[in-house]
């Protein structure tokens, strides 16, 4: 199974709501990556886990907020967004050993609009 | 700061054609990605290079690397309809907890 699967496809939101994107993979990755990606600009990248422990933020928002479950599991919660905050969300993960180390695999995206 | 730089950002090109398109980094690596992203849709994986030299084809693509000169090229060769998408390079950055930094992505366009 080399699929990370992300739940909902699509997401339209008030900027007072709360809500959450999902992200799993069953590939035994211990590293997990949350990108956003605006119209027609190259992903960006807001959070790294590493072994289930945040290891990067990226300066962003505090709206924004990860969580990681369990190995298999990326959470992105979102709470109080603001319409620019409208983008593709992309969870990818990866190895850091083995024959193709750091390749990531990316998910499928969230469409968030943010209304 | 590890910066990757594509070019050119747009491209409109008659089938048949061919094309590059280059893809500059600012640090060594032997490891960079290209990936393939249609509208609206997530990027998809074309060719992972790990060493210097590494030269790989799938269709009417083929995929270079020289980490000497922190360079690599995606040729297209007689380009179809179908390779009208975004195309992005990307290297690790080791010091983003080995996550990906992108090129801004080139805009193809294959035209009859």
């Known amino acids: 199974d080399t699929e990370v699967t992300q739940t909902p496809k699509h997401l339209v939101m008030g900027m007072t709501n709360k809500k959450s994107l999902k992200c799993e993979q069953h590939?035994?990755?211990?590293?997990m990556y949350w990108y956003k990606q605006k119209a027609k600009k190259p992903p960006e990248l807001m959070f790294v886990?590493?072994?289930?422990?945040?290891?990067i933020n990226e300066s962003v928002p505090s709206r924004f907020s990860p969580e990681c479950p369990n190995s298999s599991l990326l959470n992105l919660h979102l709470h109080a967004l603001q319409p620019e905050d409208s983008a593709l969300y992309l969870c990818a993960s990866s190895q850091n050993r083995g024959s193709h180390p750091y390749e990531q695999y990316f998910g499928p995206g969230t469409r968030l609009t943010v209304t | 700061e590890l910066k990757v730089e594509q070019n050119p950002l747009f491209l409109s090109m008659q089938e048949g054609k061919n094309y590059t398109i280059y893809c500059n980094y600012s640090t060594t690596s032997d490891r960079l990605y290209w990936y393939r992203q249609d509208p609206g849709k997530s990027l998809e994986s074309l060719f992972v290079?790990?060493?210097?030299?590494a030269v790989k084809q799938e269709g009417r693509l083929m995929a270079s690397l020289d980490t000497k000169a922190r360079l690599s090229t995606l040729h297209i060769t007689a380009a179809v309809h179908d390779l009208s998408a975004t195309y992005f390079c990307?290297?690790?950055?080791?010091?983003?907890?080995?996550?990906?930094?992108f090129g801004k992505g080139t805009s193809l366009l294959v035209t009859p």
């Open positions: 990307a290297v690790v950055n080791s010091n983003s907890g080995y996550a990906l930094n």
């Open positions: 590939m035994g990755h211990r590293a």
């Open positions: 886990y590493s072994y289930e422990k945040l290891s």
């Open positions: 290079l790990l060493s210097n030299g």
